[in-house]
């Protein structure tokens, strides 16, 4: 029922920044969270960022000071910001979301995206 659509990846040079969106569609889907996963080759998927519907936000160690989470706007949008990108942030990264925060950092959400592909490159 609910459908999640990511753009804004693309290829950047380390130090830069990127802003991913992913667009949601599905009745009442202000009262969801949404987050962000990523996986790059020969790795695990791992967390990025979270959001509760509530606006509580939860982020991996690994990109707390650099990336940033939106709440989900009117228009169902979330939004990743992320900037001081390096080599380690590339691969792809999957929007997901559910009811609750614990299940999308948690990666056992009911609903994922597609994904779009980050390359950090010089």
């Known amino acids: 029922q609910v459908q999640l659509v990511e753009s804004g990846g693309g290829l950047v040079q380390p130090g830069g920044s990127l802003r991913l969106s992913c667009a949601a569609s599905?009745?009442?889907?202000?009262?969801?969270?949404m987050g962000w996963f990523r996986q790059a080759p020969g790795k695990e998927r791992e967390f990025v960022a979270g959001?509760?519907?509530?606006?509580?936000?939860r982020y991996a160690d690994s990109v707390k000071y650099r990336f940033t989470i939106s709440e989900v706007d009117a228009e169902n949008t979330v939004y990743l910001q992320m900037h001081s990108l390096n080599v380690e942030d590339s691969g792809v990264y999957y929007c997901?979301?559910?009811?609750?925060?614990?299940?999308?950092?948690?990666?056992?959400?009911?609903?994922w995206g597609q994904g779009t592909q980050v390359t950090v490159s010089s």
């Open positions: 599905g009745p009442n889907f202000s009262r969801y969270a």
């Open positions: 959001v509760s519907w509530h606006g509580i936000k």
């Open positions: 997901n979301s559910d009811k609750t925060l614990t299940t999308v950092a948690e990666g056992t959400s009911k609903f």
